[in-house]
């Protein structure tokens, strides 16, 4: 397997500007998480799904941020409008069992908002 | 509520030095506990994980213990390498949230000199 796969890596964009993030998981994975990595709060859950359903988002700062995962290959996290302090680097992880098995993560995708 | 604690926040070392890395979690009722790696602009590399019910685990020239009652874990890298420069975090998922949300601490920053 190729690993967890996000796209873009980099996104520079503009304030006000509508950013989507993208993320195929792992093949088998039933759980897919979205994190985002700042210097002054670290890393943060904003959301996860079990089997495409969303169960938990209370970490999605605002309504600006939504997320989706119509399959079980594909998810994405998008943020409109976006500003400013929005810009960190978002990672995307898939698990089997999060209580028993490692959670791999993506690259990340490292957001700009200018 | 539970957090993540890891001292140091960095540490450089001479290479071929043996280092301990800390990792401190307030809440002992966990599903286990991870530890990662970040190179500079990448994701996270899961490197060890340890379930409650274990006590280390070992892969290579690493050594990871859990201590649940005393809520502590150590990262032990035997003879250090430039490569193994990176920051080490360590990451639990507690059972309060029903296995599925990771606390990630801070991380440490490790440069191993040539």
């Known amino acids: 397997d190729a690993g967890v796969i996000q796209s873009p890596r980099h996104e520079v964009t503009e304030m006000g500007q509508e950013v989507t993030l993208r993320c195929k998981p792992i093949?088998?994975?039933?759980?897919l998480f979205w994190y985002r990595q700042t210097m002054m709060r670290g890393l943060e859950l904003l959301i996860y799904?079990?089997?495409?359903?969303?169960?938990?988002d209370s970490g999605m700062p605002e309504d600006r941020f939504s997320a989706k995962m119509p399959n079980a290959s594909f998810s994405t996290l998008k943020i409109q409008p976006s500003e400013p302090r929005d810009s960190a680097v978002y990672f995307c992880?898939?698990?089997?069992?999060?209580?028993?098995?490692?959670?791999?993560f993506g690259p990340g995708t490292r957001l700009t908002v200018t | 509520k539970q957090e993540v604690t890891q001292i140091p926040a960095a540490l450089s070392v001479p290479e071929g030095e043996n280092l301990v890395l800390n990792c401190s979690f307030t809440?002992?009722?966990?599903?286990?506990l991870q530890w990662f790696r970040q190179d500079p602009g990448k994701g996270l590399t899961s490197l060890l994980l340890i379930q409650s019910s274990q006590r280390e685990q070992t892969s290579g020239r690493l050594n990871a213990s859990l201590d649940k009652s005393s809520g502590r874990s150590t990262l032990y890298i035997a003879a250090s390498q430039p490569g193994d420069s990176a920051t080490y975090l360590c990451a639990v998922t507690p059972r309060a949230t029903g296995g599925f949300k990771t606390i990630f601490g801070a991380g440490t920053r490790l440069f191993v000199k040539a």
């Open positions: 799904f079990n089997n495409n359903v969303p169960i938990d």
């Open positions: 992880a898939s698990s089997y069992l999060p209580g028993s098995y490692e959670q791999y």
């Open positions: 093949s088998g994975h039933d759980y």
């Open positions: 809440d002992s009722a966990i599903y286990n």
